[in-house]
């Protein structure tokens, strides 16, 4: 029976363990954390899926479960094809997307939502990614719909519970507390994984290790050097060990070394130290208010479009303010919807006008006073902005029912978008395109999907779509190899 090693008990890692598992190798999973490490950056995420579907079927195929106020007698829900998602994530890169990548996530992606659904993950009709109810009929934007079930924003745990359950159940072994720390070759064939007290040996590696967001030096020398004391968002973990080694063994590199996923996040809260903990919260509701920083002035357009196809530009937008700070402001048309939506713990600042939450969220009161009046003029029954710079696109309503309500934000580090080149079978390929032979890699350790920005929900879907493929192509290779 053929060995596979994976490297990682995140979501690629797990959903590779299990695949190859079920394709009939012995399966060995390494996790560089404890057993209260699982999950990755998964366990911290808000456990939305982007996936294709043809209409209210496939859904209701998926899942009979609605939170409150999304239940109805009919669901209307136009089609989200392979077609409309792929064309969304090449935008989305400014065209620079392996198409071929683009194309495997999408076609995959209906089929591996099942696959996780039957491994145990339970799926939820979600109230916070733009779908509504009206006149009894559950109104259902294209796309994004279905996330974890759980509390808040961050359940992404709940996808991984059941997971690791499951690895467990059929027999993959799994060793916690052992980082990978070099590939091992053999006729320039990859054999096994060194690890702390020696080799694990396989006839294939799968590396789902994750980005290099964790690591200092990394993200000073990718990212830049305003990204060195970043809040992470996601595990103190990735940092970038399995890029590094996947390199070292003649992968290629790929994807955008200097872009990354980053939100605005509040700030009182510290990064998670185990995968169960909340992640510092994600303050979503910058679409609901205006965004200003220290000194007190709108840097960005708060309302291009739903705001689950714009969160992961925020954190980037804020790095670039002074101090790498800025406040999201509210009145009271929406200080409770932010609150019970899109605040978690964060406790925001109350002030009975706008001058005086200036002078307690430290911002020059006569500014902050101008940019609000001057924004408050700029709104249009359309709910754009005329007049005002930047614009607010959409949902622009003025600040004007006290009293007003401010919540800091800082940029929080959720992933790096360079890694290693994969085909869509999930090899590891040189830098002639050939596959390094016995190498494989799936998630945030590798590059070539996302580049400037990608659709909320597209990530969690790559590393199970490409986790469940590398796990099964070097299942099914390394019996080949070992036959």
């Known amino acids: 029976m053929p060995k596979v090693v994976v490297a990682g008990a995140g979501l690629s890692g797990l959903a590779a363990a299990i695949s190859a598992r079920e394709a009939g190798a012995n399966v060995v999973l390494l996790e560089k954390g404890s057993r209260a490490d699982v999950g990755g950056n998964a366990a911290f995420s808000g456990g939305l899926f982007l996936f294709r579907y043809r209409g209210p079927d496939d859904l209701t195929s998926i899942t009979q479960d609605f939170e409150p106020g999304m239940r109805a007698d009919r669901i209307e829900a136009p089609p989200y094809t392979s077609e409309v998602y792929a064309a969304e994530l090449m935008a989305m890169s400014d065209g620079r997307a392996d198409p071929r990548l683009v194309e495997t996530l999408a076609e995959k992606s209906l089929d591996t939502v099942r696959w996780l659904a039957a491994k145990g993950v339970r799926f939820t009709f979600n109230r916070t990614v733009g ?9 259902i934007p294209p796309g994004q719909i279905l996330t974890s079930t759980g509390e808040g924003m961050s359940r992404g745990f709940e996808v ?11 027999g993959v072994e799994i060793r916690w507390s ?51 004391n970043v809040t992470l968002r996601g595990t103190r973990l990735a940092t970038g060990d399995g890029i590094i080694a996947g390199l070292r063994a003649g992968a290629d590199e790929a994807g955008t070394w200097s872009s990354c996923h980053s939100a605005a996040v509040d700030p009182s809260m510290p990064s998670p130290q185990r995968s169960a903990a909340s992640p510092p919260f994600p303050l979503h509701g910058f679409w609901l208010g205006v965004l200003v920083n220290r000194e007190g002035e709108r840097f960005v357009d708060e309302g291009p479009g739903p705001w689950v196809k714009n969160y992961s530009k ?33 406790v925001p600042v109350t002030a009975p006008t706008v001058a005086e ?27 754009s902005t005329t007049g005002c710079t930047p614009p607010k696109s959409q949902w622009a309503t003025p600040l004007d029912h006290p009293p007003f309500v401010a919540y800091h934000a800082v940029a929080g580090l959720t992933f ?68």
């Open 416 to 483: 790096t978008f360079g890694g290693v080149r994969i085909d869509p079978d999930g090899r590891a390929l040189g830098g002639d395109g050939v596959p390094v032979p016995g190498l494989y890699a799936a998630g945030e350790a590798t590059g070539g999907l996302f580049y400037g920005d990608y659709p909320g929900g597209a990530a969690l879907m790559r590393a199970a779509v490409f986790g469940r493929v590398a796990g099964y192509t070097a299942a099914t290779e390394a019996e080949h190899h070992h036959g």
């Open 131 to 139: 779908a509504h109810v009206r006149n009894g009929v559950l109104h």
């Open 160 to 170: 991984i519970e059941p997971l690791l359950e499951y690895a467990e159940r059929i």
């Open 178 to 228: 052992t980082p990978l720390i070099d590939l091992v070759r053999e006729n320039g064939r990859v054999t096994g994984a060194a690890v702390g007290d020696g080799v694990v040996p396989g006839d294939a590696v799968v590396i789902a290790s994750g980005g290099f967001q964790a690591d200092r030096e990394l993200r000073r020398r990718h990212l830049g050097p305003d990204w060195e």
């Open 357 to 383: 939450l200036a002078e307690r969220i430290g911002v020059p009161p006569g500014k902050l006073v101008r940019t609000i009046e001057e924004f408050n003029r700029a709104c249009r029954d359309d709910g």
């Open 314 to 346: 925020m954190g980037k937008a804020i790095m670039r303010q002074p101090g790498h700070e800025a406040f999201e402001i509210f009145d009271q048309r929406t200080a409770e919807r932010v609150a019970d939506q899109f605040a978690g713990a964060a």
